[in-house]
């Protein structure tokens, strides 16, 4: 498996941006949670139903669309970054193969858990035929669309596992695009072109499911290619970091300032918080789907957003008191490790809190008729506990012993050069650690 930390020399102390990017999963899948109880809670207004609480309301819209966009930054990122080092130092190209195993790992077995879950407990009087049940174990109900009720946001799970298998094919173009050329610089420009690409895709996507022909919520909605601008984003960040660890001489302009002004980058990503609050063309404190035109302007803002919440975390010279305060304390870093778990359950919490489902004697109902019967306070305690237990419970029960299983395979059947890959052998843990963030990035 490709880690941030591959390509470190042996011995090296672990990267302090390491417990900042676990706190950071922690803060946005949070964010995400919140975001979706208070709609449930009647706190955020949709359409015609009105904010339950204004101020609230217009608080939490503003981290609404945003908050996906560190995920995708990070999975794009650090999964690359072993690959830029590849096309710019010369390095070994990482194996595929323990790089597939190992994403796979990381995803499915606890997206499988929730799936099952969900079909006995809240959609069990709905499996009607083997293809019902086999269609989100597969992760093909983004495309033969069918919801299910407790799995409303994984519709991010097939599409970071598709990047995830576009990536080395990607990897592959832009290792192409840079042969014959001598400089790093130079390279890495040349680099530049897919994720630019990558971006001008996503960016033709969100005007095509956003006209208004298309209706609220097209099928094509639900389909990976509209967070394309977030994974390139990652990966054009990781090219950059890789050259400025190869050039300490001649850091990129970014780096430069994101390592002395840290804060400064935060606070240009409260600046964007700001602007999403006021929906740009939308309603502030709604929940609607977005009109065209505050469709292309938060583009441009997870965008925005995501680099200048995540750039700061990958300098290894920014030093911040306030960063590390938020991020790298030991609470953020474990509720960062089991993140994917509470953005994964905490749908299904609420469903069971509603006591709506097979498992209470009914058909789930859609949330939408259950918004404002619980308050927001007792809702959001119900949520943020149940989904903490569950992620863990899957967290160590589930997903750690798959990938130390996994670890020890692919070591036994590669031998030494997947040991070099999976990086079991290190013992500063840096792989793994990398491993337990580097997951399906939540939705919002």
Request: hydrophobic fraction near 50%.
């Amino acid at each position: 498996m490709a880690t941030a930390a591959q390509g470190a020399r042996p011995g090296a102390r672990t990267s302090p941006r390491v417990p900042r990017l676990e706190g950071i999963r922690a803060l946005c899948a949070f964010g995400v949670l919140a975001v979706h109880t208070s709609f449930s809670a009647g706190v955020m207004g949709a359409y015609d139903l009105a904010p339950g609480n204004e101020v609230g309301a217009v608080l939490l819209g503003g981290v609404k669309g945003i908050i996906l966009g560190p995920f995708f930054v990070l999975s794009g990122m650090l999964l690359y970054r072993p690959f830029a080092r590849w096309t710019l130092t010369g390095s070994a190209r990482p194996a595929i193969g323990p790089f597939l195993i190992k994403r796979v790992a990381r995803l499915w077995p606890a997206y499988a858990l929730l799936t099952v879950a969900c079909l006995l407990l809240i959609n069990y009087n709905s499996i009607h035929s083997v293809w019902y049940v086999l269609r989100p174990i597969l992760m093909l109900q983004v495309y033969d669309f069918t919801p299910y009720a407790g799995m409303d946001p994984t519709w991010t799970v097939p599409a970071e596992l598709q990047y995830y298998i576009a990536l080395p094919l990607l990897a592959a173009a832009m290792h192409w695009l840079a042969r014959g050329v001598a400089e790093p610089e130079r390279k890495a420009r040349r680099m530049m072109i897919p994720p630019v690409l990558l971006t001008l895709v996503g960016f033709g996507w969100t005007l095509y499911i956003h006209q208004p022909s298309m209706g609220i919520f097209p099928e094509q909605y639900w389909w990976p290619i509209a967070m394309a601008g977030g994974f390139a984003l990652g990966m054009a960040m990781a090219v950059q970091g890789v050259l400025a660890e190869i050039k300490p001489d001649r850091k990129p302009v970014l780096h430069r300032w994101a390592g002395a002004h840290p804060n400064l980058f935060w606070l240009g990503g409260l600046a964007i918080y700001a602007i999403n609050c006021a929906q740009p063309y939308g309603r502030p404190g709604y929940g609607d789907y977005e009109s065209l035109g505050n469709a292309v302007v938060q583009f441009f803002l997870i965008l925005i957003f995501s680099f200048l919440a995540v750039m700061p975390l990958t300098v290894p010279e920014a030093r911040s008191r306030l960063i590390d305060a938020v991020l790298s304390n030991p609470v953020s870093r474990y509720l960062g490790r089991i993140s994917f778990g509470i953005y994964l359950w905490h749908f299904a919490i609420m469903y069971f809190w509603f006591r709506s489902g097979s498992v209470f004697g009914g058909d789930p109902q859609p949330l939408m008729m259950l918004r404002g019967t619980i308050g927001f306070p007792e809702l959001m305690t119900a949520v943020v506990l149940g989904s903490i237990a569950a992620a863990a419970l899957s967290y160590h029960l589930v997903e750690r012993p798959v990938l130390n299983a996994v670890d020890r395979w692919v070591a036994k059947k590669s031998g030494g050069a997947a040991a070099a890959v999976a990086g079991p052998a290190d013992t500063s843990g840096r792989s793994r650690q990398t491993d337990d963030y580097v997951k399906a990035g939540p939705s919002a």
